[in-house]
């Protein structure tokens, strides 16, 4: 059997847990797209693509992944999207593809706040069933200096507000995102927000400088210096201390991290501390991670 193409717009980016997932890509882009720290999708413009558009590539992808059940809506912020224009989507995929295990998107908390809690329990009940939030942080210094466009208790009740409607949330933590300066409050109030949500996966990444150092150091609206590797470590420990959680599936394997850690918060805590000791007292001194390229 020959299928038709379907044509992404270039760079496309999902989660890793998406590995194994169809990707529809129902927006182009970042609605927001102005962080500091994030060159993702600054060569994109963003659009919110139509259902008569997606019909057929979601008809496409159902054949070509036949026995997939896992659907995730690119771009940034699929879920930027009015519940009006998301359901027939979801409808569409729920047609083509038969029993769905879960779809999923990229999120804003302005994205979870701007819809109803009747909407959100719509949508859940459609198979929208996790969202993904790079918060970055949850100290509000810090979100101004990255202009996030989000303060620490927007981003509480923004995802608070998913998860009474039965959303799932995946949280984002950048490790090194305000440098030495504010390494301590970035790593106590990030654990602090965390410990407020209680998502049902939270991951840390490290701060990458894909187009230089000082590129970044231009965005940054403040001074930033870059954390060691050392530092890092330090950082990390600080927030996982920190942090009193229930349940929480927890993973820093992404590329950018020179640790990799895995466990449960909180039983797995004190075991991801000593590891963490490990590295710190066997990593070299004054030496800066690599950055791994986005492009």
């Keep these: ?28 882009g970042c609605s927001w797209n102005r962080c500091t720290f994030c060159e993702m999708y600054t060569s994109k413009k963003f659009k919110a693509r139509n259902i008569d558009d997606l019909k057929p590539e979601i008809e496409l992808l159902s054949k070509i992944y036949k026995g997939v059940r896992k659907v995730f809506l690119a771009d940034g912020n699929a879920f930027v999207l009015s519940a009006k224009n998301l359901i027939p989507v979801l409808t569409e995929i729920n047609r083509q ?9 990229y999120a804003l908390p302005k994205d979870i706040l701007n819809k109803s809690d009747s909407e959100l329990q719509k949508l859940r009940s459609l198979g929208l069933k996790l969202l993904y939030l790079g918060i970055e942080t949850g100290d509000d210094e810090l979100l101004k200096l990255i202009n996030k466009g989000e303060t620490y208790n927007s981003t509480i009740d923004g995802i608070l507000k998913a998860q009474e409607a039965g959303i799932d949330t995946s949280i984002m933590i950048i490790n090194g995102l305000g440098g030495k300066k504010y390494s301590t409050q970035h790593a106590v109030n990030s654990a602090k927000i965390i410990n407020r949500i209680n998502p049902k996966y939270l991951s840390t990444l490290t701060l990458s400088f894909p187009y230089g150092l000082e590129h970044f150091q231009k965005r940054f609206n403040g001074k930033y210096s870059p954390l060691t590797i050392t530092e890092h470590f330090k950082e990390l420990k600080t927030f996982i201390t920190h942090t009193e959680l229930n349940s929480v599936i927890y993973r820093s394997d992404h590329i950018s991290n020179n640790l990799v850690l895995k466990g449960i918060l909180s039983k797995d805590k004190k075991k991801l501390i000593d590891v963490i000791n490990m590295a710190i007292d066997i990593a070299p001194k004054d030496v800066y991670p690599s950055t791994p390229s986005i492009l």
Excluded: D, H, W
Aim: hydrophobic share 40%; charged share 15%; aromatic share 10%.
């Design 1 to 28: 059997m020959t299928f038709s193409q379907i044509t992404y717009v270039e760079p496309v980016f999902r989660p890793p847990g998406e590995a194994s997932s169809a990707i529809l890509q129902t927006t182009i």
């Design 97 to 105: 593809f038969g029993k769905i295990q879960r779809i999923s998107s």
